[in-house]
C-alpha cells in the first residue's frame, strides 16, 4: 500500500489508508515524481486500532427516545462510520459496525491526492439507503457525492460560490423535516443556514437563511448531529480559551438553537473535536477528540450536552489531516517546508500534526544554483502544496521541473518574496513581488502554478522587511495572512479577502526575532487549522511556533524546538 503522496496520478486516486500512517516513519528516503513530488512507496504497517464503546458487531439496537440517525453509515448497517484524510492527502476508512480493527482505503470522485479543501458529512440527503458526502473544492465548488463503502463517487450536483465562508458544517436534521441540512459561517462571524430539500439534483439545499453574528468566537464548530435522543441535531462550539458550549436544537428553521450552555472548560487540549453520531447504541450522538500528541478520546453523550468522562479511543494519529466532520476551519497551507541543501537539491519535511514532521524527503525538482533565489509558495494549483519557484540570474522566474524549467509567465524581473496563499478571496493561491522602489505587488493566481494575472500594487514602503512570510491562515479566519520582520520586531498582516485591499493593518508580534536567520511556514503544523512558523537561528535549531488565533504578542504560542542540525542548508523556506 503506498506511504508517499504523488502528484501526477493517472484517474481517481486511491486513498491510501497506509499513506495516514500517524506515527509510521520511513527508513530510506523514497523515490520521488517528475514534477518533484514524492511518488509512491511501499511501506509495511497498519492503522492504528479503535477501542469500540460497545461490542465488536452489536447490532444498532433503539435505547431510550430516538436514536441518532447516523449520517455515515457507509454500509447500512446502522452505524457511523469514520473517514478521515492523512496528511499525505489520503484517505481511509474504519467500518465500525463490523469492529473493523483495520482500515481500508476511500476514493473521493476525481480527488487525485487532494483537489478538495473540506470533506462533509452531511448525512442521507436523498433519502437512499446510503448517505452522501459533501466536498468543497479549493475555487469554492460545493459538490454533493453518493458514497459506498469504498469512496464518493461522481457529483450529483455542484454549486459555486462558496469560498465566502470558512466553515460549511454538515449539522444533521435541524428542523426534524427528515433531510439534513447545512451550516456556514463567514469570516466575520455571520452564520446561515441551509435547509436540506431531499433532492440529489437541482436544488439539494433551499436558499439560505441567517442564523445570528457572533459565531466568529468559535475556533471550533461541530454539528453533532442529536446529543440527546431528541430527534433534533444539536452543535457544539469551542472558544479559543478552550471552553466548550453546547447549542441545543430547537426544531425550528426560523431559530433552530437555545441560548447557548457551557459544557465545560479544557477543550483547548485538543486540536480536533469530530462528531461521529451514536457509537455506544444508547440513542445520543457522541464525539471523539484528538489531543495534540495524537491520542484519540471518547467522549459519550449523557443527554442535555453533557459527557461522561472521557475514556482512550486510540493512540498514534497524528498523521490524520482532519477526521470527516471534524470542527476545524480548513487550512489552504504547504503542509510542509523545503530546505536547500549546498549541492542544491531540495529536501522536503512534510509536518504531522503534532507539531513535528516526518523524515526528510528528496524532491525530484531540479537542483537550484547559488545564484538562484527561492520561494516556496502555497496552493498555487488545486493539490494544495507548496510548489517552489526560482528566480534565476536572468530575473526569470520559473518552476524547477526535473524534465526542464517552465517559466511562469511572470514578467522578467519580478522579484518574488512570499506566496502565502489565497488573498484575493477565490480559493486560488497568489504571490507578492516587491521591487527596488519598495513597492509591493500582489499576483492572483488563476489555479494553476505558471498562469498569474496582471500586477496589483499593494503599498510602498516594504522594502523596510527584511523577511516576508506565509503559509496560509495564521488568525484563524479562513483567509491568508501575511507575517513581516522589521528590525528584529515581527509584525503581522491579516488578510481580508480582496485583491484592492489584501491587508488590513499591522499589529506587533513581538521582539527579537533578529536572532532568527531564516523564517518560513509550513501551514498547519499541529492540526488545529491556522499556519504556523518555524525559524531556524544562528547555531542551525529550528525553532516551531504555533499560531493560537489570539492577536499581539500572543500570536503565537511559546516556541518549542523541533531539532538541530539545520545549519546544513543554505535555506530554509
Wanted: with cysteine; hydrophobic share 35%; net charge positive.
Amino acid at each position: 500500500m503506498s506511504l508517499i503522496r504523488s502528484t501526477r496520478p493517472a484517474g481517481i486516486a486511491a486513498c491510501t489508508a497506509l499513506a495516514l500512517a500517524a506515527g509510521t516513519l520511513l527508513s530510506a528516503v523514497p523515490a520521488t515524481a517528475a514534477d518533484g513530488r514524492p511518488a509512491p512507496s511501499a511501506s509495511a504497517g497498519h492503522r492504528p486500532a479503535f477501542e469500540l464503546p460497545r461490542a465488536a458487531g452489536r447490532s444498532a439496537t433503539t435505547y431510550a427516545g430516538t436514536r441518532a440517525r447516523p449520517r455515515l453509515d457507509l454500509d447500512g448497517d446502522g452505524w457511523s462510520d469514520w473517514v478521515w484524510r492523512g496528511v499525505f492527502g489520503f484517505c481511509g476508512t474504519y467500518l465500525t459496525g463490523s469492529g473493523a480493527t483495520e482500515a481500508t482505503d476511500f476514493t473521493i470522485h476525481h480527488d487525485t491526492l487532494e483537489t478538495v479543501r473540506d470533506i462533509i458529512a452531511v448525512g442521507n440527503v436523498g433519502g437512499s439507503s446510503r448517505p452522501e458526502l459533501l466536498t468543497l473544492s479549493f475555487d469554492g465548488r460545493l459538490s454533493l457525492h453518493p458514497t459506498t463503502t469504498k469512496g464518493a463517487g461522481a457529483p450529483t450536483w455542484s454549486g459555486y460560490g462558496w469560498q465566502v465562508y470558512n466553515r460549511v458544517i454538515g449539522a444533521g436534521d435541524l428542523n426534524r423535516d427528515g433531510h439534513p441540512d447545512l451550516l456556514a459561517r463567514t469570516p466575520s462571524g455571520d452564520m446561515y443556514l441551509y435547509k436540506g430539500t431531499g433532492k440529489l439534483t437541482g436544488q439539494p439545499f433551499a436558499p439560505r437563511t441567517k442564523v445570528g453574528p457572533g459565531w466568529g468566537a468559535y475556533d471550533q464548530l461541530v454539528g453533532t448531529g442529536d446529543l440527546d435522543g431528541d430527534g433534533v441535531a444539536d452543535l457544539l462550539a469551542r472558544t479559543l480559551a478552550g471552553n466548550l458550549f453546547v447549542y441545543k436544537g430547537t426544531g425550528s428553521a426560523a431559530k433552530p438553537f437555545r441560548a447557548r450552555v457551557k459544557v465545560g472548560p479544557g477543550w483547548n487540549a485538543y486540536n480536533q473535536i469530530t462528531a461521529v453520531d451514536d457509537a455506544d447504541g444508547d440513542g445520543r450522538a457522541d464525539v471523539l477528540a484528538r489531543a495534540f500528541n495524537g491520542k484519540v478520546y471518547w467522549y459519550l453523550s449523557t443527554g442535555g450536552g453533557r459527557f461522561a468522562p472521557r475514556r482512550e479511543a486510540a493512540s498514534g494519529w497524528e498523521g490524520a489531516e482532519f477526521f470527516f466532520g471534524s470542527g476545524i476551519t480548513p487550512n489552504l497551507g504547504k503542509h510542509s517546508i523545503e530546505a536547500r541543501g549546498t549541492d542544491g537539491k531540495l529536501y522536503e519535511y512534510v509536518g504531522k500534526t503534532n507539531g513535528a514532521f516526518f523524515p526528510k524527503r528528496l524532491t525530484n525538482w531540479t537542483p537550484l544554483p547559488a545564484s538562484s533565489k527561492l520561494t516556496y509558495a502555497a496552493g498555487l494549483d488545486k493539490f494544495n502544496w507548496g510548489t517552489p519557484l526560482e528566480t534565476k540570474a536572468d530575473g526569470t522566474v520559473s518552476i524547477p521541473y526535473s524534465d526542464g524549467a517552465r517559466r511562469t509567465g511572470l514578467p522578467a524581473g519580478t522579484a518574488l518574496v512570499a506566496g502565502p496563499g489565497d488573498l484575493t478571496g477565490d480559493g486560488r493561491g497568489d504571490l507578492l513581488s516587491r521591487d527596488s522602489a519598495g513597492r509591493l505587488w500582489l499576483h492572483p493566481g488563476t489555479g494553476s502554478r505558471e498562469v498569474f494575472k496582471a500586477a496589483v500594487k499593494v503599498g510602498n514602503g516594504w522594502d523596510a522587511y527584511d523577511a516576508l512570510v506565509g503559509g496560509g491562515d495564521v488568525t484563524g479566519d479562513g483567509r491568508a495572512d501575511l507575517v513581516a520582520r522589521k528590525g528584529g520586531t515581527l509584525y503581522l498582516f491579516p488578510g481580508t479577502g480582496s485583491a484592492a485591499v489584501p491587508f488590513a493593518r499591522r499589529s506587533t508580534i513581538g521582539t527579537g526575532w533578529s536572532t532568527y536567520d531564516r523564517l518560513a511556514s509550513p501551514g498547519d503544523l499541529n492540526g488545529d487549522g491556522r499556519a504556523d512558523l518555524v525559524a531556524r537561528d544562528g547555531s542551525g535549531r529550528l525553532w516551531r511556533y504555533t499560531a493560537t488565533g489570539r492577536s499581539g504578542s500572543a500570536t503565537f504560542a511559546p516556541r518549542g524546538l523541533v531539532g538541530g542540525g539545520w545549519n546544513v542548508y543554505t535555506g530554509v523556506y
